[in-house]
């Protein structure tokens, strides 16, 4: 393809490059669009027409091998490039490559440099450089590589001399380019002294007036009547508290008192003696022994896995006797005289852990008995204590009274202030007010009237829509007949080798039916004479394991009797040991003592009680509300600063 106006090249790409940039605007078919570009090129020649078509469809045809080059010069150049010169790339990019042969250097050049000469050469300077490397990867991946190599990459290296000679032409720039334009000079101007305008005066503020202030009630400097009853009845609360603090001294207090009452003691000891019952010292098994008869236990139903197991364990004991009967006939040696001397020293290991442990218990009781001692000596130092404790905080409520006093008095003074400071701003207050419930309800007035006329237009759609649907449902009630022509004994007129009406196949459905269930009945009957045989087999078995297992009890209930006459050998052997019994006689005497000083503490307290009366009552509700008042204030003490 070659014109012979060369200088038309340039004004011929740049109607190729505005053809591009409108197909891919509108994003039509590409026939219709280019047979609706050639009606409008109807002005220009036809050589010059068929030019353009080419140019426009084959950059259409290859628009994914061109937008391999072009988006990647974009990406790396994107800061001084512009969106609307892409398509003059896509254009140059499709002649390089398509075209350079036909057009030759000459014509290729001269529609180079009628575009922008620097861009041409930043576009063809990286379209060479990366032509060998990664442009002809993503070609590969796009083409066959062969094709690739033969008609795109040797074609263009073979041109590559005289686009180097074309760059250097687009790198040095003309004069007319290089022209620099005229230099502005300085204007000098002339300097604004004008007076500057005087500021206005603001406006005074408004000073509100203050409406005159009630005087002060008489009130005010009167004692109040409440203040007199709260006096006296702090005075008898006095006096009670003063003769409920005189009954404390003369009994025990109840917070203070450390002894336990009479309920509260027989419970402990009642512990006690059930946890002395269940350590059993004397016996030599902490639990009683396991039943050996197994008739007596509730009997458990075996599955055949656990029958076999249990049949494999007395085939296996079974065996193991015959062994040991073959080896003492062979001569083996007899294990009884050693087993002797291991249960005689076993016996008496045991015999010196019953006293240790009966040792250890007895002197545990003792120490606890010491302790109680202890503690009563101690709950007398601690009464003395609280009741310092008493006087003292006695002396704090008095001081911290008088604390209150002050921060009322003050807190009074600042009231007074706030409520001058705050009743000028009453008035403005209230006419805000006013004019905003004046607004709310202009608004509430108007929005009812909206509602109420919605409301209107929605009654009027829904009974539209109830009308429709009753016509709806008229129609629906309306009877249909619908004719039943079908007989079940005639086939359907296919003309097959193995048709068969609906009847027929429901005969053949049931005769096969009934051969199924009879095969199945067969298969059942089968199953259930071999569950049979091996059901027989398993009671056979456990038959042979009970008689085993019953000689096996009678055997070890024999054991247990003569290890239980050995037990009771053992424990009157350690009740006779002498330390044992020396120890029992010291905790004699403790429990003595300790006896001997709860029965001082009763005859101190018995002359003090009374008949439980109703005075009795009121002084016991007395003495916890003392202990509460006191409790809370002491916390209170310590909160406060």
Known sequence: MVLKMPSRFGSLVKEACALLDKFTSDSRDVDVFLEEASTDLQSIGPTERKFILEVVSGCVEYKK???????????????????????????????????????????FSGIVKSLAPLKMHLFLDFFFSNLTSWIQDEWNSIYEAEFVEKNWIRPLLRWRPEINLLMDQLAVPKESDVRRAPVKTTQCQEFNLNKPKPRSLPMPELIPLQEKTKPVPNTTYTTPREIQIIEEIKEKNQQKAQELLFEANMTQFRCGNPEKSEHTKAVISQIKTDLDSKLKFDSFHSSGIPPSIKAKSCS???????IRRREALHDRQVKEELQRIERLVQGARDPSPFLQRQKEVLERDLQEKLQTAERKRLETQISEQEAALARNRVAERNQKTAQLKKEETAQLMQRYAEKRLQEEKQLRDLMQQVTDSHYNSKAAKEKIKQLKQRIVKEVSEQSQ??????????????????????????????????????????????????????????????????????EQEERRRNILEEKQKKKQEILEALENIELHERVLAKEAAERNEKKKANQELVQQVVAQDETIVALKKKLEEKKQ????????????????KKTPTGTNIQRDLKEKTWEELERSLACYIQDTP
Request: hydrophobic share 40%.
């Open 65 to 107: 091998l061109l937008n391999v080059v072009i988006s990647a010069f974009y990406g790396q150049h994107r800061k001084w490039l512009c969106r609307g010169d892409r398509s003059q790339f896509i254009v140059i990019c499709y002649l390089a490559i398509f075209s350079l042969d036909d057009l030759g250097l000459g014509h």
């Open 593 to 608: 003592a300790s006896q001997r000083v709860k029965q001082a503490e009763k005859s101190k307290i018995i002359p003090c």
């Open 300 to 306: 458990v139903k075996l599955n055949n896995a656990a």
């Open 449 to 518: 009237e909206l509602l109420r006329q919605a409301l209107e237009e929605q009654q009027e759609e829904l009974c539209r829509k109830f009308k429709i649907i009753q016509e709806i449902h008229a129609i629906e009630s309306l009877p249909r007949i619908r004719p039943n022509s079908f007989d079940d004994t005639e086939t359907a007129g296919h003309e097959l080798l193995n048709e068969m009406s609906l009847a027929e196949l429901k005969e053949r459905l049931a005769l096969l039916r009934q051969q199924q269930e009879k």
